[in-house]
C-alpha cells in the first residue's frame, strides 16, 4: 500500500516563501513521476508541478519561476519550493503519485496580503 504524507504547509505573507515536502511510504519512487497539485476553495484540483522519474519537471504557467520542484529518491520524498509566494497561491496542497493512483492527505498554504 502506497502512503503519501505532504508537510510544510502554513501561513505565509505575500513575497514570502514554503518548502512543502512529500514522503512516500510503501512503493519506491525512484524511475518514477510524482506531482504536486492543489485545490483552492470552489476551484477545481490542478497540478502545479510534477517531476518525471528521469528528473525532468513541469510546471503550471502561473508558478513558472517562482516554484521549484525536486526529488530525493534515497530518501523517497519529493519536495516543492515556493518562493514570491502570492495570495492566490492559497489551497490546499496535494501529492499525487500518478503509477499508484495515490493521493496525500493535502497541506494548507495560506499567504496573506
Known amino acids: 500500500q502506497v502512503q503519501l504524507v505532504e508537510s510544510g504547509g502554513g501561513l505565509v505573507q505575500a513575497g514570502g516563501s514554503l518548502r512543502l515536502s512529500c514522503a512516500v511510504s510503501g512503493k519506491r519512487i525512484r524511475l518514477n513521476t510524482i506531482s504536486w497539485y492543489r485545490q483552492a476553495p470552489g476551484k477545481e484540483r490542478g497540478m502545479v508541478a510534477e517531476?518525471?522519474?528521469?528528473?525532468?519537471?513541469n510546471y503550471e504557467d502561473s508558478v513558472k519561476g517562482r516554484f521549484t520542484i525536486s526529488r530525493d529518491d534515497a530518501k523517497n520524498t519529493v519536495y516543492l519550493q515556493m518562493n514570491s509566494l502570492k495570495p492566490e497561491d492559497t489551497a490546499v496542497y496535494y501529492c499525487?503519485?500518478?503509477?499508484?493512483?495515490?493521493w496525500g492527505q493535502g497541506t494548507q498554504v495560506t499567504v496573506s496580503s
Open positions: 517531476v518525471t522519474g528521469g528528473g525532468k519537471a
Open positions: 499525487y503519485y500518478p503509477g499508484w493512483r495515490a
